[in-house]
């Protein structure tokens, strides 16, 4: 016990064991930061995508509503307008590449034009 104590006692040692629960302090810290990050950028994504998707439908609606006879493009290009008007943060977190949201909302016409009973070639 008195071996202990006197390398305990060590001014030399101290500094030595106190520097190392440093590091290992931080590397628990970091890990725990980032497995934390991950989670929450997980689910931050998934809240963008689904409102992004959310509001293309919704423009797609809306726009067939104003009148489903105006034709694809047009009805294209409100939905996305809609979209980039009621949901910027989530196209700017999401960043869509070109033509995703076109893609998005020719899906979403077709789905709603099906509801109403209206076949559109593919």
């Known amino acids: 016990m008195d071996v202990l104590n006197g390398l305990l ?24 930061s980032a497995a934390f990050t991950a989670a ?5 994504e998934e809240k963008h995508q689904r409102a992004l998707h959310s509001a293309i439908k ?18 294209k290009a409100a ?5 980039q008007q009621s949901v910027p943060d ?5 960043v869509p590449g070109d033509g995703v949201l076109d893609r998005l909302a020719v899906r979403y016409y077709r789905e ?8 559109i070639p593919q």
């Open 79 to 83: 939905a996305i307008f809609h979209a």
């Open 58 to 75: 919704s423009g797609i609606e809306a726009a067939i509503e104003d009148g489903p006879e105006a034709g694809l493009e047009q009805i």
């Open 9 to 32: 006692a060590d001014a030399g040692l101290q500094e030595a064991l106190i520097g190392l629960f440093g590091i290992i302090l931080t590397i628990i810290i970091r890990r725990a």
């Open 90 to 94: 989530a196209i700017k977190a999401l």
């Open 112 to 119: 709603a034009m099906e509801r109403m009973g209206v076949s």
């Open 40 to 44: 929450t950028g997980i689910a931050i």
